[in-house]
């Protein structure tokens, strides 16, 4: 089961910050936050992920609370492009062969 | 940037039929990789999970005779849908950790199956 809860559906005006909240209240000390997206009939894309601070990429921004139990994912100027389903995901990368596992995700909408 | 790519993107076959899905790291070494299904407006659920050299191991639910899967080498993985029947029609996709960036996993394109 995804250790993570989103909510199902948010819409953003163009040209708006997207702001994609995340819960994960029982992360454990070595878990990563990961975020990806699936824009419609492709594969997962990679958007960013953190530990404990903050992290900021050419696609997105993370923001990571201090006890770490929840995080927001932040795209700062949303195209009709970014429509898609984002999700986000706790992983203990170093841990083996340990897979992603993907829960519901929220379906963002992006709106000329 | 690590690229990971699935072959074909798409497939039609018939009922019975066995198809094969090909999943390759292009500039980096998986000994690991995941193999994902979505069926439509839903979430991808992880079938499998594929070791170079060794057996995969399979998801609660998911058979393993018939979702074969290959991992010969550390840049190939396969999927072979045996007796294909319309209910596996779906978008598999597969996935592979390693390259340069530290704990990022890498997906395909995804391969949408159609069973007549």
């Known amino acids: 089961d995804a250790k993570t809860t989103q909510p199902p559906s948010m819409d953003c005006a163009e040209g708006r910050a997207a702001n994609l909240p995340c819960n994960h209240s029982t992360i454990s000390g ?24 903050n992290e ?5 921004s993370l923001i990571i609370t201090e006890d770490r139990k929840s995080s927001t994912l932040i795209l700062p100027h949303a195209t009709l492009r970014d429509t898609a389903v984002y999700y986000c995901i706790v992983l203990d990368p170093f841990s083996g062969n340990t897979p992603l596992v993907f829960g519901k995700g929220t379906r963002l909408s992006v709106i000329a | 940037g690590a690229v990971v790519s699935q072959h074909p993107s798409w497939v039609i076959c018939k009922s019975g039929t066995s ?35 060794s057996k995969a191991t399979y998801e609660q639910g998911v058979e393993k005779d018939k979702f074969l899967i290959n991992h010969a080498s550390l840049t190939l993985s396969t999927l072979t849908v045996t007796s294909a029947h319309p209910e596996d029609s779906s978008f598999y996709i597969c996935s592979a950790r390693g390259g340069w960036r530290t704990g990022e996993l890498f997906f395909g394109e995804g391969s949408r199956l159609t069973v007549l």
């Not at chain 1, 900021?56 to 997105?60: D, F, L, P, V």
């Not at chain 2, 000994?31 to 999970?49: C, D, E, G």
Request: aromatic share 16%; hydrophobic share 35%; proline share 3%.
């Open chain 1, 30 to 53: 070595n878990e990563y936050v990961y975020w990806y997206r699936q824009i419609h009939s492709q594969g997962p894309q990679y958007i960013i992920h953190g530990l404990k601070n």
């Open chain 1, 56 to 60: 900021t990429n050419e696609m997105a």
């Open chain 2, 19 to 53: 198809v094969k899905i090909e999943c390759r790291s292009l500039d980096f070494q998986a000994t690991t990789m995941f193999w994902y299904r979505q069926f439509p407006k839903q979430s991808l659920m992880l079938m499998a999970t594929s070791n170079e050299g």
